[in-house]
């Protein structure tokens, strides 16, 4: 198991509870959205509240940065206030725990576009095996579930890890993230292609 050094730890907190401020806001935002569009059409909000998962994993890459970041972001929602309450921690834990899969699927090797698109798609299938859990089989009829899956996929797919990776390579460039993996590794692979093409 990798240890996760003391920075590492202090940037994961910093970066949940900035999620999770966010989460609480998206959150607010939702209520009159939904109202408008329903809950179905709504659910293209979906992505951000699982944007904490791809941002942390892709700075730290560490076994368990996704799942610790989306909970920690979720208990900040809510002990911030969140109108959801108590469900907002309990989707966190099932957001997480999706999110995760995509990362350990590939051994922690891969942290490319695409291992955090499908962090963000895993996230919102996690979230909606919570929904079914918390409402029960009946809540949704056939069409209405896999209609609000596939929004949430595509969502999660696009607010989640794109979003995520547009993010941090901004952050990248800015040079706050130099004493992290995410720069250590690409710092990393310049100069293996340095090399080679020096060769």
Known sequence: MMTWKMKEVVLAVILAVACGVIYLGWSTLWIPISALVGPVGAGFMFGIWVIASPIVAYIIRKPGAAFIAEVAAAAVELLTGSHFGLSALLVGVFQGIGAEIAFAIFGYKRYNLFTLMLSGAFAAIGSMI??????????????????????????????????????????????????????????????????????
């Open 130 to 199: 919570y929904n079914l859990i918390a409402n029960g089989l009946g809540y949704y009829s056939m069409e209405v579930f896999f209609t609000t899956l596939g929004i949430h996929v595509i969502s999660g797919m696009i607010l989640g890890g794109l979003l995520a990776k547009v993010i941090v390579d901004a952050l990248a460039k800015t040079g706050v993230l130099e004493q992290y993996e995410l720069m250590k590794e690409k710092r990393k692979r310049e100069n293996v292609n340095g090399h080679v093409s020096g060769m």
